[in-house]
C-alpha cells in the first residue's frame, strides 16, 4: 500500500475528534465515494470538497451546528496550510 498523504492522517486526526475511531472508515468512504479515489490518493486541492462532504455527513449524524461548522473550518484550513508549508520550504 501507498504512503498516506500527510494531510490524510491530519484530516483522520481532526474527524476522530467527533467520531472518535470510526473516523478511519468515515473519511474514507467519503474520499471513495464522493472523490472516487483512495485514501492514498489524496491531493491537497481535494481538500475543500472533502471537507463539504465531511461536514455533510456530519450534520446528518450529530445535528449540532456548531460542532460541524468547527469541523468544516479546521479541515478546511489544511488545504492553506498545507499550501503555505510547500511554498515555506523554498526557504529552508
Do not use: H, W
Amino acid at each position: 500500500m501507498a504512503e498516506l498523504p500527510k494531510y490524510y492522517e491530519i484530516i483522520v486526526a481532526i474527524t476522530a475528534d467527533y467520531l472518535g475511531p470510526a473516523a478511519i472508515r468515515f473519511v474514507n468512504r467519503q474520499i471513495q465515494s464522493y472523490l472516487n479515489k483512495l485514501p492514498e490518493q489524496l491531493e491537497r486541492n481535494d481538500i475543500p470538497m472533502l471537507a463539504i462532504r465531511i461536514r455533510s455527513g456530519l450534520v446528518v449524524l450529530t445535528k449540532d451546528e456548531q460542532t460541524v461548522a468547527e469541523a468544516f473550518n479546521r479541515i478546511n484550513a489544511i488545504a492553506t496550510v498545507c499550501s503555505i508549508s510547500a511554498e515555506l520550504r523554498q526557504f529552508i
